[in-house]
């Protein structure tokens, strides 16, 4: 029997639909919240597809600490790891940590989580559209407030 493990999603896989559509299949998945860290778009991409100043996703401590965002987490074989492991490019583009998520019933989880190595962001970077797009299909995870708070995001175009 293969080990089970959680990853902490928080960029546009969080769109079950965008997930799959990659390949990418999961036993089961939740939202969680990750408590003191925001979700920014100062990931610089390695293909930034033509568009200057294009960002990705990405998640960053609060300054006070005040605060959390939410995310999805997805339960997979241990072995599909890999296969998320190559899309973020870890660990050339993101650094892989495990960290204490908290469930909606507020009991604790702990996940992987994919953040951007320091030197492959830059400040003032925005997502496109498209990749907001991808959130809105989402919505149904996030509360009202996050929801609305994320599609007021400033892109690039």
Do not use: C
């Amino acid at each position: 029997m293969s080990n089970i493990v959680r990853v902490f999603i928080y960029d546009e896989l969080i769109n079950e639909k965008v997930y799959k559509e990659l390949g990418f299949s999961f036993t089961t998945k939740y939202s969680v919240t990750l408590s003191a860290w925001k979700r920014v778009f100062n990931k610089v991409p390695v293909d930034n597809e033509g568009i200057e100043g294009l960002g990705h996703a990405n998640i960053e401590p609060t300054h006070d600490n005040l605060g959390m965002m939410i995310g999805m987490i997805y339960e997979m074989e241990e072995e599909k790891l890999a296969g998320l492991d190559r899309h973020y490019q870890y660990p050339d583009e993101y650094d892989r940590k495990i960290m204490s998520l908290t469930r909606h019933d507020f009991s604790e989880t702990k996940g992987y989580i994919y953040i951007a190595q320091k030197n492959k962001v830059e400040e003032g970077l925005k997502p496109s559209k498209a990749m907001m797009k991808k959130y809105r299909g989402a919505k149904k995870h996030f509360q009202m407030l996050n929801f609305s708070r994320l599609m007021n995001t400033p892109t690039i175009d």
